[in-house]
């Protein structure tokens, strides 16, 4: 560590050579003061070397220890040398946070400066008490002045750099959030064709002397990949932003109106469902797109879980909110074991949840396995 950041940490090169100029200034003005009241004697001599040590002491300790030069200022002032004490003051008030000890030094400096003792008309003391105000007082209200506004700038700018940082924390979990909902969109909408696809292509193997049926099959395999293929192409169009808008099509997202084309997928995939009149009381946007993803996900898991099940599919809709239910029987094959990740259920934990409402899944008795979801309308 250098001797500058020693003796003043913080300071730059230009605040030293300001503290060099002040200590040196404060003892000439001292030593001025000397030769003019008791020029060439020994105790003006030691008055002198007194005021270089008051300047010396003010150069090292005006920051770090300000009551040392405070008190040799205050010293001088009794004896009718007062420059070195407005220096002082400021420095005390400055630098110096406790209101008792800023009391105590006041009222000393205040009758260093006053000199009491001296004053024996009322214009003297007129004059005593205006020195003293002059000296003490007005460099000590400006040192406060000063200490309190670098307080209220540092508050300022650490409350600054914490919303910042409040800021950078608020965007990536948004950038978190955002990126958790894509990857919840292309697990729902992708893995779900894929997951037809997958029973399709086991149905093609059972069904391989029967070339009509394996071509009715292929061909479903086919438009399975090509409908995950262009949700995947929509997704990554949408986060490209504006490479590719022309192409990306901005259709809306699927809700209670597409559960039928949903539920036809599945059984050209095989699968036996059952799906009741669908109500046609409107719904709000957001639960519609949460009820079609619940039964996407739920018919997924049956196909990958309960192979040959009958699924039923059951919306029903009550005053302020509306009921989603598949329910699946025991498995009457063996399942193909295509892996998942396991986050089905827990992304339509989150979206429900998002949405205020409730859901709940779990298997029965019967061995089978039902998805119920209390969305609020």
Request: aromatic share 4%; net charge neutral; glycine share 12%.
């Amino acid at each position: 560590m250098s001797l500058r950041d020693r003796l003043w940490p913080g300071v730059t090169t230009r605040g030293v050579w300001l503290e060099l100029h002040v200590a040196g200034t404060c003892a000439a003005l001292v030593a001025f003061e000397v030769a003019a009241i008791d020029p060439g004697s020994l105790g003006s001599l030691l008055l002198v070397l007194t005021g270089v040590a008051f300047g010396v002491l003010l150069l090292v300790l005006r920051r770090r220890a300000p009551l040392v030069p405070f008190a040799l200022g205050a010293a001088l002032s009794a004896i009718d040398i007062s420059t070195g004490a407005l220096v002082a003051a400021y420095a005390v008030a400055r630098y110096v946070s406790s209101w008792r000890t800023l009391a105590v030094a006041g009222t000393v400096g205040s009758l260093a400066a006053l000199q009491p003792w001296e004053h024996q008309t009322p214009d003297e003391w007129v004059g005593g008490i205006a020195t003293a105000a002059l000296l003490v007082v007005l460099p000590g209200a400006l040192g406060v002045w000063q200490r309190t506004r670098a307080e209220l700038i540092t508050a300022l700018r650490s409350r600054a750099e914490s919303a910042e940082a409040e800021r950078e924390l608020l965007a990536r979990d948004a950038v978190l959030t955002e990126r958790t909902r894509i990857a919840r969109e292309m697990h729902d909408a992708v893995g779900h064709r894929v997951s037809l696809m997958v029973l399709q292509a086991g149905a093609i193997e059972m069904a391989a002397a029967d070339a009509g049926r394996v071509e009715q099959l292929a061909g479903n395999v086919q438009a399975a990949g090509r409908q995950a293929l262009d949700e995947l192409r929509q997704m990554v169009g949408v986060l490209r932003g504006g490479e590719i808008d022309d192409e990306a099509p901005l259709g809306p997202q699927p809700g209670l109106a597409d559960l039928p084309g949903l539920v036809a997928q599945a059984r050209a995939a095989g699968m036996d469902v059952r799906l009741p009149a669908v109500p046609a009381v409107p719904v709000g946007p957001a639960t519609s797109r949460a009820a079609y993803r619940i039964v996407q996900e739920a018919l997924t898991n049956a196909g990958r879980h309960a192979p040959g099940a009958r699924v039923t599919v059951t919306i029903h809709r009550g005053r302020d909110e509306l009921t989603v239910q598949v329910l699946n029987g025991p498995a009457r094959g063996v399942p193909a074991g295509t892996p998942g990740g396991g986050y089905g259920l827990v992304g339509l934990s989150e979206r429900v949840r998002t949405l205020g409402g409730r859901l709940t899944a779990g298997p029965r008795l019967d061995g089978g396995f039902c998805v119920e979801a209390v969305l609020p309308s």
